[in-house]
């Protein structure tokens, strides 16, 4: 009986192991959301992703129109729209993870996950974006910059902060990716 026991716990311990090390290194990692509960990245392997740094007081900040049309439009072939809110540039980003939540909502019905405002460039660089960053060799250089993340996590995309997220060679790209 007790070798049962050990046998059980121990095939369980692998398997769980082995889970875990499914998940790709861009989303092995778990940050919160603006209301503050905790997003286990892994949860979203399967899914093409597209990563934004977004700002509420930017030139840019219309693109959560956009980005809220892609995401409704493409949401149910496994496909996510995750908004990275960053105060990294030009101090556009100055309000707290509650004024963030309700800026988007009221302007832009944003309704795709959001995690809580976090650093997407230097030194408390979040841990997908400094992923991100080796992947492509492209950091953001200003608010609204785009990656695009395979379904298997194992390539990406880098898109440009100007570039409006229904650009044709944006779109393109993730249709591949789906």
């Keep these: 009986m007790r070798k049962n026991i050990f046998v ?8 769980q192991t082995a889970m875990s090390n499914d998940c790709p290194k861009v989303l092995n990692t778990k940050l919160n959301n603006l209301t503050g ?5 892994c949860n979203y392997r399967g899914k093409v992703i597209l990563a934004v740094n977004t700002a509420s007081y930017c030139g840019n900040t219309p693109q959560y129109e956009a980005l809220e049309a892609l995401y409704q439009k493409y949401s149910e072939k496994d496909f996510v729209v995750i908004g990275f809110p960053a ?11 509650e004024d963030i939540q309700n800026f988007c909502k009221l302007n832009y019905g944003v309704s795709f996950p959001m995690i809580e405002k976090t ?6 660089t979040n841990p997908i974006f400094k992923e991100l960053q080796t992947m492509t060799g492209d950091a953001p250089q200003w608010n609204f ?5 395979s379904r298997n996590g194992d390539q990406a995309f880098s898109f440009t902060a100007s570039m409006d997220p229904m650009n044709a060679k944006l779109v393109k790209r993730l249709e ?3």
Excluded: M, R
């Excluded at 105060?87 to 993870?97: A, T």
């Design 37 to 41: 509960e905790s997003v286990d990245f």
């Design 87 to 97: 105060n990294n540039f030009g101090n556009q980003e100055p309000g707290s993870n």
């Design 176 to 178: 591949e990716l789906l």
């Design 8 to 15: 059980f716990v121990f095939t369980l311990l692998i398997s």
């Design 145 to 149: 910059h785009k990656y695009l993340i």
């Design 119 to 124: 650093d997407v460039v230097g030194p408390n």
